[in-house]
């Protein structure tokens, strides 16, 4: 029998973990915080489990089926994956300390799996601005992740921006949770947005759930009749040490703010997120090629390391739907088995969505405009635009490296997950970085205390 | 059901499985720590465990994110690099490192 070891508890694992389980696999299935279900489907701890929970959540029935049928798998939550030995032929040792997040003597635990499925997701990018670092500017997942796990509104007035049909269940969520929400501003023209979803509209029909999804969520914003406006961005947010107003500014289709298009208006917070970059520093710790920072993977979702398969967010972003029929095609061939067909013909559908989601959506290189030398990018270390813009032109250097080195830009606590695309972006001159996607590199995957590393046991082997 | 735990000194009641970032929030809190070479002012951001902007002191020690750890009954919550004016005197000494065990990492680049 097998031992297959899944890296995440969203809908991609649990998919892979279930997929395996049911085709004979010994399955342990890691999970970082203290619940499945990963972000898609984030919800108050049994704790505080209320009756509507399925108020917030698209799919709940389905989440819940997932949970049941996990009962008889190994779940290791709180398990946080800080390490991957690479091992010839075969997957990584994978090293995992189990304990509260940034605990101390937590419980290591080693596993020597036969196949692993790496499903770590993926986190929001949010594009630099000025003042996006004054308290009350967050991510539009922060607001996701406060409503649907705290029942918390993070401001009043609040208004949403960024790219992507994610800003969509934020303003729902908002929403119903007691915030005004005071407009949504999506990046992309009318013309990037019809190339993405205008082209052939019958192939969409197939992604039907999809658009069920985002019809509810329409309905949501004019019910309560919030703006959706296009080609228009958050530029500056003003205030001292928390946000007051906000600036904003109409786009080109390049998404350089054009002039004289400014206005200002009052807020007490503002979510913005311009799409999502995949949390990939496990399956680069195991040698997983990747290309633009998306996972290579085979139609088994089998990536470049024998034995190790990727689904999700991590092989490119395409919502829970994807990361569902990746997720089960992953386990399956994990278990040794082909990929189901019905996954299968799943995963051809919802690539075509993702596709059409990056064309519609995608981050286009104006925005590098509107990021003064003023503009902190990299938030850990205080790094601006301006220091990075300087250091590259005075050393003249193509290398990431040594400009991380100089500035410290990606080099503090959050190990460069916040700004490392944009540091790349702002760094690379016309001839382009010798050494692009380096700030994605990070061997030691968590936070890790000296402490507990020191009482760490010598692996026998 | 619901709990006790202490912030910056002083009492607060919180609800069982709320994160310590989700009672400094209802408590009406926007930020809590300043950054490292310029001081700026930082509170929750990503929410997700990802930007490490949240990180406050719980029972000692230091860098804990705060919208990634649940308050337990009894948890004492101090901040930690905040401004002076961000806390009361009283605090000044209590979230000073007593753990001795920074993050190690921030320099790993591979």
Not at chain 1, 198 to 217: F, V
Not at chain 2, 15 to 44: H, M, N, Y
Request: proline letters at 5%; glycine letters at 12%; aromatic letters at 4%.
């Amino acid at each position: 029998m097998p031992e297959v070891v899944v890296i995440g508890g969203g809908p991609a694992g649990m998919a892979a973990a279930l997929a395996a389980h049911r085709r004979g696999a010994r399955v342990v299935l890691i999970e970082a915080s203290d619940d499945v279900g990963g972000q898609y489907w984030r919800h108050l701890p049994a704790a505080r489990a209320t009756a509507d929970e399925h108020e917030l959540h698209h799919g709940w029935n389905r989440f819940q089926t997932f949970r049941n049928a996990l009962r008889d798998i190994e779940v290791v939550c709180d398990g946080h994956v800080w390490s991957v030995d690479r091992r010839d032929g075969r997957p990584p040792r994978v090293h995992v300390l189990v304990g509260p997040a940034d605990g101390q003597r937590r419980e290591a635990r080693t596993f020597e799996p036969d196949a692993l499925v790496i499903a770590t997701g993926a986190h929001e990018r949010t594009l630099p601005f000025p003042g996006w670092d004054l308290p009350g500017v967050y991510t539009a997942g922060a607001a996701q992740a406060l409503a649907k796990g705290e029942r918390v509104a993070v401001g009043r007035n609040v208004l949403v921006a960024g790219s992507g049909p994610f800003l969509l269940p934020v303003v729902s969520s908002l929403i119903r949770t007691g915030a005004r929400v005071a407009g949504v501003l999506e990046a992309a023209g009318p013309v990037q947005l019809a190339r993405g979803w205008g082209s052939k509209p019958w192939r969409l029909a197939k992604a039907g759930a999809k658009g069920a999804e985002l019809a509810g969520y329409v309905r949501d914003l004019a019910r309560h009749r919030v703006p959706y406006r296009t080609g228009r961005a958050v530029v500056a947010a003003h205030g001292t040490d928390r946000v007051e107003s906000v600036t904003i500014s109409r786009l080109d289709g390049n998404w350089s703010p054009i002039p004289g298009t400014d206005s200002r208006i009052a807020v007490d917070a503002v979510c913005v997120s311009h799409g999502f970059v995949p949390r990939s520093e496990l399956a680069i710790a195991a040698g997983c090629r990747a290309t633009n920072g998306i996972v290579d993977v085979d139609g088994n979702q089998l990536t470049s390391v024998p034995g190790v398969f990727s689904a999700g967010e991590l092989t490119g972003i395409g919502g829970v739907d994807l990361a569902l029929a990746e997720g089960e095609i992953a386990g399956a061939a994990a278990a040794g088995y082909a990929p189901p067909p019905a996954a299968a013909r799943a995963r051809d559908t919802f690539r075509e969505f993702a596709k059409r989601l990056e064309t519609a959506h995608g981050i286009r290189p104006g925005w590098q405009s509107w990021v003064d030398d003023s503009t902190l990018v990299c938030r850990c270390e205080d790094v601006t635009a301006g220091e990075l813009r300087a250091t590259a032109a005075m050393t003249g250097t193509r290398g990431l490296r040594s400009l991380k080195l100089t500035t410290r830009a990606g080099l503090g606590i959050c190990q460069g997950r916040t700004c490392g695309r944009a540091v790349e972006e702002l760094a690379a001159g016309p001839a382009g970085l010798l050494d692009a996607g380096r700030t994605a590199h990070r061997p030691i995957a968590t936070p890790v205390r000296l402490g507990e590393l020191a009482s760490l046991r010598e692996d026998p082997s | 059901m619901s709990i006790r735990i202490e912030v910056d000194g002083q009492p607060v009641e919180a609800e069982e499985g709320q994160t310590i970032a989700g009672v400094l929030l209802s408590q009406g809190r926007v930020s809590w720590r300043r950054s490292a070479k310029t001081g700026k002012a930082r509170g929750i951001f990503c929410g997700i465990g990802v930007c490490f902007d949240c990180l406050v002191v719980v029972n000692g020690l230091r860098d804990v994110r705060a919208c990634q750890r649940r308050a337990a009954d009894g948890d004492r919550v101090d901040f930690q690099e905040a401004a002076a004016g961000d806390r009361g005197e009283s605090q000044e000494a209590a979230a000073g490192d007593q753990s001795g065990n920074r993050f190690q990492g921030s320099d790993v680049d591979a």
